[in-house]
C-alpha cells in the first residue's frame, strides 16, 4: 500500500490506498486506527471517498477500512457478480481476510442493504451495524421527485436503459456533473466541501473511460430492486439481522423517501431509529458531524470498543451552516472537512492466498436479473 498525498494541515497520515487480491483486484482506503473492524460500505455509484468527511473521527473505534466493491470506484468486476448477495459474501471474505472480525459494519444506501444481507447470512462477522439511508419498499411514491421516478423507470428497461445511463453519464465534464449529483442527492445544495467534490470528480474522471460502469450500475440497481419486491423478501432480509442496529435517515430524501424508513422502523422495533431533519441520501458527506454524533450514542448505548467520540459542541462554519432550518436531530452539525488527495494509486497487488470462499450470485438473483 501507498501513503495518501496529503495537503498542509490535514491531521492524520495514517490513510492508505491499498489494493488486495479478493477474487479479483479489490481497492480500497485504510484509514487507520488500532483494534477491530470498522468497515465502511459505499453505495450505488459510490467509491471510498464517499466516507472522507467521517472515516477519520471513526478509527476512535478500530481499524477503519473503505473498500470500493467489485465494479464501483477504481475495483473492476474482473469476472465477479454484482448483486447484493454476491457483494454481501465479498464483503465477508473482506472481514476473514483482514483477521479483525466480527466488525462494525456502517453502510450507506446500497451500501445499507449489503450490510444487512451480510449480517443476516454471518452473523458471526456482524457485531454491530449501522444503516445509513438504506434501500427500502415504499407503500407509495410520495417523496420521490419526479426525475428519479423517470429514472427509476427507464433502468428496468433493458436497451433503453443502457442509452440513457450513458447519456447521464456523459453529460459533460466531471466537475460540474458531479456538483449536481451531490446537490441533488442532498437535502439542500452547498453542503459539500469544495475538496469533497473535487474527490468525486476524480474518481468520475478515472471511471469515464472504463467499459463497465454502465452495466455494473444497472445490474446492482436491480439486484437492489429484487430485494424491495417482493415486499416478502425484504422483510425476510430484516429480520434475520441479530446485531445490535442503528438505523438514520434524512427527512429530505429523494431517493428513498422518510415514510419508506419509518416502514423499515416498524419491522424492527428493536433497532435504534434516528430521523434525520432536512438531511437528504447522503448524510455521511452533507452532515458528518450528526452522523458521528448519533455513531457515539449508539457506541455507548451497546457499549463502546475504544473511546467515545467527543461531541459536537459548537456549530460549525461551512455553508451548511446558512441554511434555514439546518439538518439535525436536535443536537448542532460541525463539518469535519478533508483534505487529502488520491493521486499515485499503488503500485503492487497485494495477494492474499488463502480463499476461502467466492462471492456469488444466489438461484434468485440469477432468475430476477437474468445474470450467467
Not at 76 to 82: D, E, F, I, Q, T
Not at 173 to 185: I, M
Amino acid at each position: 500500500a501507498r501513503p495518501l498525498k496529503l495537503k498542509a494541515g490535514y491531521p492524520s497520515t495514517r490513510m492508505k490506498r491499498f489494493t488486495i487480491d479478493l477474487h479479483g483486484p479489490l481497492h480500497g482506503i485504510d484509514y487507520g486506527g488500532q483494534g477491530g473492524l470498522v468497515l465502511l460500505i459505499h453505495g450505488l455509484s459510490g467509491s471510498a471517498v464517499n466516507w472522507c468527511e467521517t472515516a477519520d473521527k471513526l478509527t476512535a473505534y478500530g481499524r477503519v477500512i473503505a473498500p470500493e466493491l467489485p465494479g464501483f470506484g477504481r475495483t473492476p468486476p474482473a469476472g465477479r457478480k454484482v448483486s447484493m448477495s454476491a457483494q454481501a459474501r465479498i464483503m465477508a471474505d473482506f472481514i476473514e481476510y483482514q483477521n479483525r472480525g466480527p466488525a462494525l459494519i456502517i453502510g450507506n444506501s446500497m451500501g445499507a442493504l449489503i450490510g444487512m444481507i451480510l449480517a443476516g447470512e454471518r452473523p458471526d462477522l456482524a457485531e454491530r451495524l449501522v444503516l445509513i439511508n438504506p434501500p427500502a419498499p415504499s407503500p407509495s411514491l410520495e417523496g420521490l421527485s419526479r426525475p428519479w421516478i423517470v429514472t427509476m423507470l427507464l433502468y428496468m428497461v433493458p436497451g433503453i436503459s443502457n442509452l440513457f445511463l450513458k447519456r447521464l453519464l456523459n453529460h459533460g465534464p466531471p466537475e460540474p456533473t458531479t456538483d449536481r449529483a451531490l446537490d441533488q442527492l442532498a437535502g439542500a445544495s452547498g453542503r459539500m466541501s469544495a475538496t469533497t467534490k473535487q474527490l468525486h470528480a476524480q474518481v468520475a474522471r478515472e471511471r469515464h473511460a472504463l467499459p463497465w460502469p454502465v452495466p455494473v450500475h444497472l445490474a446492482a440497481f436491480r439486484s437492489v430492486m429484487s430485494y424491495m419486491v417482493p415486499y416478502s423478501r425484504f422483510t425476510r432480509t430484516v429480520r434475520r439481522v441479530k446485531a445490535p442496529t442503528l438505523q438514520m435517515h434524512g427527512t429530505e430524501d429523494r431517493v428513498v423517501p422518510i415514510n419508506a424508513a419509518e416502514r423499515l422502523a416498524a419491522i424492527r422495533p428493536d433497532w435504534s431509529y434516528r430521523p434525520l431533519v432536512g438531511v437528504g441520501h447522503i448524510p455521511m458527506l452533507e452532515a458528518p458531524g450528526l452522523v458521528l454524533d448519533l455513531v457515539a450514542e449508539f457506541m455507548e448505548q451497546t457499549g463502546e470498543r475504544i473511546v467515545p467520540l467527543r461531541r459536537s459542541s459548537s456549530p460549525g462554519t461551512g455553508p451548511i451552516q446558512e441554511t434555514i432550518g439546518g439538518p439535525g436531530v436536535g443536537d448542532p452539525v460541525s463539518n469535519h472537512p478533508s483534505s487529502f488527495g488520491l493521486q499515485n494509486p499503488p503500485s503492487r497487488l497485494i495477494h492474499f492466498p488463502g480463499v476461502v470462499g467466492v462471492g456469488g450470485d444466489d438461484e434468485e438473483d440469477r432468475a430476477s436479473l437474468g445474470l450467467e
